[in-house]
């Protein structure tokens, strides 16, 4: 089972930066696609950005409210995905969750494609 753990939240002003981190206890060759989702205060959850792994290649995704300013990466090594955040803004206030899919076919921008999940990281962008 891949059990996630996300680090790296925090306040920040507009306009700064944040990398958020997502280490996994286990990240098996079964494992294909990996995202980072969020919620805002008073929101459902949406999609920030995904990858999707077949044997050496990988194809990543953006939602379009985040392109251009986050950046999604992996470091098998590590077994930590990242979320670097750059040019925060207020409406990206959220908690943000870390999640894996074993599912081959699995799109990295849907959620309900995703097995596992992680308990969340609070991401606070002030005015």
């Known amino acids: 089972q891949v059990q996630l753990v996300e680090t790296g939240g925090g306040s920040v002003a507009a306009g700064g930066s944040l990398r958020l981190s997502c280490a996994a206890s286990?990240?098996?060759?079964?494992?294909?696609?990996m995202g980072w989702f969020r919620q805002p205060p008073g929101k459902d959850r949406e999609v920030v950005a995904g990858?999707?792994?077949?044997?050496?290649?990988?194809?990543?995704d953006y939602a379009d409210s985040v392109k251009g300013r986050f950046t999604i990466s992996r470091d098998n090594v590590k077994k930590t995905i990242y979320l670097q955040m750059n040019s925060l803004q207020p409406e990206d206030t959220a908690s943000y969750y870390c999640?894996?899919?074993?599912?081959?076919?699995?799109?990295?921008?849907?959620?309900?494609?995703?097995?596992?999940w992680g308990q969340g990281t609070q991401v606070t962008v002030s005015s």
């Open positions: 999640a894996a899919s074993r599912n081959p076919y699995c799109a990295p921008l849907t959620a309900s494609h995703y097995n596992y």
């Open positions: 286990a990240w098996p060759y079964s494992t294909f696609c």
């Open positions: 990858l999707h792994t077949t044997g050496s290649s990988t194809y990543i």
